[in-house]
């Protein structure tokens, strides 16, 4: 192997794993950087930061790429095209295969249902109850039909205020695997404490916390999980 070969290879290795540390994990809305660098809260904002150390892989792996074709200005906008065109799709969809695999080994049946996106918005607060609509995206990877219910876990900031730590989905819900998606929209009055409002709700900033869906039927459970940010 060529030196020129062998530093190709390394400089495509950290495009990479760039991409590695920003591809969304099994059953969550994080991918591995956002939990090694997870976002900054303040009082009113996020400064998310999770992304610097895949961009910084990212432009060492490009300038590198360029001095391996130091031949003109021309080259190095193909290369930039090359990466962002065809190099990048082709390593996302080489984790897209490998995730889809590990999905469908997966021996229990619910497992194999990963959480694709979720939506949650508050309305009609009032003093007793106010209403939570939810909505959830699910991908089916595994070969054969799941059936089961949904049962979604509160976050800590909404505990003092809400008569409940969990909600139960009142239906039942059924995928048919082979990656087809499941959505589901739901609407669920939920119990306050007694002197709730609306602001102290929005005070607490409960859109930016974790909420965890469990799925369960009589057989097993999985866990998902998805982070406001």
């Known amino acids: 192997m060529t030196?020129?070969?062998?530093?190709?290879?390394?400089?495509?290795?950290?495009?990479?794993?760039?991409?590695?540390?920003?591809?969304?994990?099994?059953?969550?809305?994080?991918?591995?950087?956002?939990?090694?660098?997870?976002?900054?809260?303040?009082?009113?904002?996020?400064?998310?930061?999770?992304?610097?150390?895949?961009?910084?892989?990212f432009i060492v792996a490009i300038k590198g790429l360029f001095k391996t074709e130091p031949i003109g200005i021309q080259n190095k906008i193909a290369i930039v095209i090359i990466v962002l065109l065809m190099v990048i799709p082709l390593m996302k969809g080489s984790l897209d295969l490998a995730k889809n695999a590990y999905f469908q080994a997966m021996k229990v049946e619910l497992k194999s249902i990963d959480i694709k996106d979720s939506n949650l918005s508050f309305s009609d607060i009032n003093e007793h109850q106010a209403t939570l609509s939810i909505s959830l995206s699910l991908t089916d990877y595994g070969r054969n039909d799941s059936n089961f219910k949904v049962r979604m876990y509160l976050p800590e900031s909404l505990k003092e205020y809400v008569q409940a730590d969990f909600l139960e989905f009142d239906e039942s819900y059924q995928t048919f695997g082979n990656r087809q998606i499941l959505n589901i929209t739901k609407k669920i009055t939920v119990p306050l404490e007694e002197g709730t409002n609306g602001e102290k709700i929005m005070d607490t900033h409960w859109y930016w916390d974790t909420f965890k869906y469990e799925l369960y039927n009589e057989s097993n459970s999985s866990e998902l999980v998805y982070h406001g940010i």
Request: without cysteine; aromatic residues 12%.
């Open 3 to 57: 030196k020129d070969i062998k530093e190709l290879m390394k400089y495509l290795g950290l495009i990479f794993i760039s991409v590695l540390l920003t591809y969304k994990l099994p059953r969550d809305s994080y991918s591995i950087m956002q939990y090694i660098i997870k976002p900054i809260r303040f009082e009113n904002s996020v400064l998310f930061i999770s992304a610097i150390v895949p961009l910084a892989l």
